[in-house]
């Protein structure tokens, strides 16, 4: 038994779009399954653990949403060891590609039933758990720009998300200040003067692809960490589509970290956000939780044979 949970708002709307597409998959393929339909994240975490409740054995709990929706029911599944699947219906659908999910909805769903799946880490924070990434300054105030603009819905009507992350980018270029920033990973301090962004990840990539740290593993028991300092707007500016594959670690106002806890101090208050959802302006304390989900994935199979290889 599968327990689908579906955001209908996720992408605009996209949610129950893909929804429809799905149940009609599983009614043709005689999948049992019941459905939880959620709107907000306060409601999420307390709903689905009612639900998962309900029977001794669940094959796993498939999502059909965005990024936020995923991230709503992450403590949930820790708590009972349930595997997490993904239908993406998002904006952005960072997990997903995270994970090489598919974003045709036939062939997630062919991913969620299919039994390949992997241990993945998680982060650990005041506020719960984060799958993807935490990210504090520029980017996590484009992310709070685009999550309260017209565009984005705009965007999301027209099937491209992406593109709002664009706008987001130019619009908070306007105002945003960047100021001094403290990082401790490991317990290590780092200063860094006027510092830009500092995103600390899980996966490599977030805000619709954008591979902030290329090199980030889901299980790898390791953090990595982004940090943009000490350049100019225009340099800034063009940064961003080298991020889009990953160049950006080599240019010389940018230092990459690793460690298995970090911490991060601004001197000024700074919007953070984790899986794309807003955590506020406090400082940011995380730590690596390794193994702490599974994750159902086309990736699964490889993970298994480097795993059986490596012990061999």
């Given at each position: 038994?599968?327990?689908?949970?579906?955001n209908?708002?996720?992408?605009?709307?996209?949610?129950?779009?893909?929804?429809?597409?799905?149940?009609?998959?599983?009614?043709?393929?005689?999948?049992?399954?019941?459905?939880?339909?959620?709107?907000?994240?306060?409601s999420?975490?307390?709903?689905?653990?009612?639900?998962?409740?309900?029977?001794?054995?669940?094959?796993?709990?498939?999502?059909?949403?965005?990024?936020?929706?995923?991230?709503?029911?992450?403590?949930?599944?820790?708590q009972?060891?349930?595997?997490?699947?993904?239908?993406?219906?998002?904006?952005?659908?960072?997990?997903?590609?995270?994970?090489?999910?598919?974003?045709?909805?036939?062939?997630?769903?062919?991913?969620?039933?299919g039994?390949?799946?992997?241990?993945s880490?998680?982060?650990?924070?005041?506020?719960?758990?984060?799958?993807?990434?935490?990210?504090?300054g520029?980017?996590?105030?484009v992310?709070?720009?685009?999550?309260?603009?017209?565009?984005?819905?705009?965007?999301?009507?027209i099937?491209?998300?992406?593109?709002?992350?664009?706008?987001?980018?130019?619009?908070t270029?306007?105002?945003?200040?960047?100021?001094?920033?403290?990082?401790?990973?490991?317990?290590?301090?780092?200063?860094?003067?006027?510092?830009?962004l500092?995103?600390?990840?899980?996966?490599?990539?977030?805000?619709?692809?954008l591979?902030?740290?290329?090199?980030?593993?889901?299980?790898?028991?390791?953090?990595?960490?982004?940090?943009?300092?000490?350049?100019?707007?225009?340099?800034?500016?063009?940064?961003?589509?080298?991020?889009?594959?990953?160049?950006?670690?080599?240019?010389?106002?940018?230092?990459?970290?690793?460690?298995?806890?970090?911490?991060?101090?601004?001197?000024?208050?700074?919007?953070?956000?984790?899986?794309?959802?807003s955590?506020?302006?406090a400082?940011?304390?995380?730590?690596?939780?390794p193994?702490?989900?599974?994750?159902?994935?086309?990736?699964?199979?490889?993970?298994?044979?480097?795993?059986?290889?490596?012990?061999?």
């Amino acid at each position: 038994m599968y327990l689908f949970i579906i955001n209908p708002r996720s992408g605009g709307g996209t949610g129950q779009r893909t929804w429809r597409i799905v149940e009609k998959l599983l009614k043709q393929r005689l999948i049992s399954y019941e459905t939880l339909f959620t709107k907000d994240a306060a409601s999420a975490e307390r709903a689905v653990l009612e639900a998962l409740a309900r029977r001794e054995h669940w094959e796993a709990a498939v999502v059909v949403g965005g990024d936020g929706t995923i991230h709503s029911v992450l403590s949930a599944l820790h708590q009972t060891g349930i595997r997490l699947a993904v239908i993406p219906a998002g904006s952005g659908n960072d997990t997903a590609r995270g994970f090489g999910i598919p974003l045709d909805p036939e062939t997630a769903l062919a991913t969620a039933t299919g039994g390949r799946w992997l241990d993945s880490d998680l982060l650990s924070g005041r506020d719960g758990f984060t799958l993807t990434a935490v990210a504090s300054g520029f980017d996590a105030q484009v992310a709070v720009n685009v999550n309260t603009s017209r565009y984005k819905r705009f965007c999301n009507a027209i099937g491209a998300g992406q593109v709002a992350y664009i706008i987001g980018i130019l619009h908070t270029l306007l105002t945003f200040k960047p100021c001094r920033v403290n990082v401790a990973c490991d317990g290590k301090e780092h200063s860094f003067e006027t510092a830009w962004l500092v995103s600390v990840c899980n996966l490599p990539g977030y805000g619709g692809g954008l591979q902030i740290c290329p090199q980030a593993e889901a299980g790898d028991g390791q953090l990595d960490v982004c940090v943009v300092h000490g350049c100019s707007r225009g340099q800034l500016l063009r940064l961003f589509p080298t991020v889009l594959k990953g160049r950006h670690v080599s240019l010389p106002f940018v230092t990459m970290l690793r460690g298995r806890s970090v911490a991060v101090t601004f001197e000024q208050p700074r919007q953070a956000i984790g899986d794309g959802e807003s955590l506020g302006l406090a400082p940011l304390a995380v730590r690596c939780v390794p193994g702490a989900l599974r994750v159902l994935s086309p990736q699964g199979t490889a993970a298994a044979q480097r795993s059986c290889q490596a012990s061999g």
